[in-house]
Nanobody
Framework: QARLVESGGGLVQPGASLRLSCAAF????????IGWFRQAPGKERGGVLC????????YYTDSMKGRFTVSRDNAQNTVYLRMNSLTPEDTAVYYC????????????????WGQGTHVTVSS
């Protein structure tokens, strides 16, 4: 069964870094743009960024530029989200999603979603 599985979340202190993973099972990530989203407590889910099949990154939120980076390892069928200088405002459930096609498309209906991984930033 095709699915995405996120991992790497946890409880960290402000200023710390985390690397989240998004692994695909049952399909090949090579042909999919991968988006990262997050949902903070009491808020709607929003876009973080997206990486195209060619490795181009599109940020959906300016505040994450310079702190969040994304990379893909097609050999491992995994996409990574590196988050630096975390603040309590980054506390959320982080989701990855796969969109068949090359570029990142704002408003795309993603084909697959992961179950999410919790990130809590607190002292």
């Amino acid at each position: 069964q095709a699915r995405l599985v996120e991992s790497g979340g946890g409880l960290v202190q402000p200023g710390a870094s985390l690397r989240l993973s998004c692994a695909a099972f049952g399909f090949t990530l090579d042909y999919y743009a991968i988006g990262w989203f997050r949902q903070a407590p009491g808020k709607e889910r929003g876009g973080v960024l997206c990486i195209s099949t060619t490795g181009f990154t599109s940020y959906y939120t300016d505040s994450m530029k310079g702190r969040f980076t994304v990379s893909r390892d097609n050999a491992q069928n995994t996409v990574y989200l590196r988050m630096n200088s975390l603040t309590p405002e980054d506390t959320a459930v982080y989701y990855c999603a796969a969109d068949r096609g090359g570029p990142c498309r704002p408003g795309a209906e993603y084909d697959y979603w992961g179950q999410g991984t919790h990130v809590t930033v607190s002292s």
